[in-house]
Structures are given as structure tokens and as C-alpha cells.
T-cell receptor, first 111, second 117 residues
């Protein structure tokens, strides 16, 4: 069955450092992969989408990579700020007409 | 943009009553909407896919008679939690994708916090 794993349940880093979150998937080959941010008590918000033929995509301080050989996506936040603290969810494109999310990584940026 | 709203944002009800939650796409038409449930500190769990003009598709383990879904128009889906019990207390979120976009990017509502006493 299709499976999505995000590296760690929680990640705690110092402000100003780069945060790197990992998303691994098994048993399918998504055409694209999406990353979302969720703040407590709120619905997720779409951040970035990367397609299978793209190695890397950037948006301001965010960068996503997509390695279809490793079946992995990395999500980077450079020059991290306390306001970046949130839960980040990855969602590989599914073969069905629905999106399945990873369990999420709760990122905390300490001042 | 693509904006999805939910109503109410929170609701408290007595055990045994039914609660209706509305999900609306404000600036696009959505033939498909999704309903999720999220317990504290857990990830989103897809409950069902709401299809305009046809029956909803429920995920394994979700009771369709307990969670009634109606998608009567291209901009409105409703989730009714029937005979709610304390274990149904959760955060319910809906989402929809804009059919004018080529991907399945989901636009989420703000969520509805249900507390059953």
C-alpha cells in the first residue's frame, strides 16, 4: 500500500539556521508532490508544488527538492524565524483522486 | 485566489444531538470536496470525498450513516454528525481543489471545532 513518512514528529532548531524536513514515500510514483503548512487550530495552507521532472523549486526562503530515485522530497527553510514554527505536511500526488497527507513534522524555531 | 469557508468555526452540543457543518468554495466551483478530521497533535485523516450530485465516497472505517455528507451544489458541501458522542469531538476541516488548476492543490477551510458534552 502507498505509504508516506515524514522524518520526525518534531524538529527544534535555532533561529537563523536552516530547517530541513524530509518526506519519503513508498509503493507509488507521484507526478508531483506538495508541501503545506498548518498552524494550530487552523486549516493547512498550500506552500509549494514540485513536479517529477523538477529537481528543485524555490519560493523566497523556501526550497523543495524532489528525488524520484530515492522517493524523497526535502523541504528547506533558510534563515529560519520563530514565525516559521508550525507543522509542515507533505502530500505526494496519489493515484486516486484524493490527496493523502504525511503525518507532519512539527517545527519549532527558538529565538 | 481560491477561498474555502466553513461554518460554524466552533460548536458545542449535547450528546445525542446532530450537528451540521457547512463548507463553501467562495470564488470557484468545486465538483469535489474533501472532509478531514484531526485529533489533537495528530495529522489530518481523510474521512470522505464529497461529489457534487452523487453519493460521497467514504474512507475505510468511517461510518457513512454517522457522518452524512451532502454536496447539493458546486459551491456547498455539508457534513452532518448524527447522534454525536464525546468521542466525535474533533477538529473537522474541508478542502477543495480549483478545477481550473492543473493540479490537485487543496484549498482548506479554517476548520470547525466540535465539542460534544
Amino acid at each position: 500500500s502507498q505509504k508516506i513518512e515524514q522524518n520526525s514528529e518534531a524538529l527544534n532548531i535555532q533561529e537563523g539556521k536552516t530547517a530541513t524536513l524530509t518526506c519519503n514515500y513508498t509503493n507509488y510514483s507521484p507526478a508531483y508532490l506538495q508541501w503545506y503548512r498548518q498552524d494550530p487550530g487552523r486549516g493547512p495552507v498550500f506552500l509549494l508544488l514540485i513536479r517529477e521532472n523538477e529537481k528543485e523549486k524555490k519560493k523566497e526562503r523556501l526550497k523543495v527538492t524532489f528525488d524520484t530515485t530515492l522517493k524523497q522530497s526535502l523541504f528547506h527553510i533558510t534563515a529560519s524565524q520563530p514565525a516559521d514554527s508550525a507543522t509542515y505536511l507533505c502530500a505526494p500526488d496519489s493515484s486516486a483522486s484524493k490527496i493523502i497527507f504525511g503525518s507532519g513534522t512539527r517545527l519549532s524555531i527558538r529565538p | 485566489g481560491a477561498v474555502v469557508s466553513q461554518h460554524p468555526s466552533w460548536v458545542i452540543c449535547k450528546s445525542g444531538t446532530s450537528v451540521k457543518i457547512e463548507c463553501r468554495s467562495l470564488d470557484f466551483q468545486a465538483t469535489t470536496m474533501f472532509w478531514y478530521r484531526q485529533f489533537p497533535k495528530q495529522s489530518l485523516m481523510l474521512m470522505a470525498t464529497s461529489n457534487e450530485g452523487s453519493k460521497a465516497t467514504y474512507e475505510q472505517g468511517v461510518e457513512k450513516d454517522k457522518f452524512l455528507i451532502n454536496h447539493a451544489s458546486l459551491t456547498l458541501s455539508t457534513l452532518t454528525v448524527t447522534s454525536a458522542h464525546p468521542e466525535d469531538s474533533s477538529f473537522y476541516i474541508c478542502s477543495a481543489s480549483n478545477p481550473q488548476e492543473s493540479t490537485d492543490t487543496q484549498y482548506f477551510g479554517p476548520g470547525t471545532r466540535l465539542t460534544v458534552l
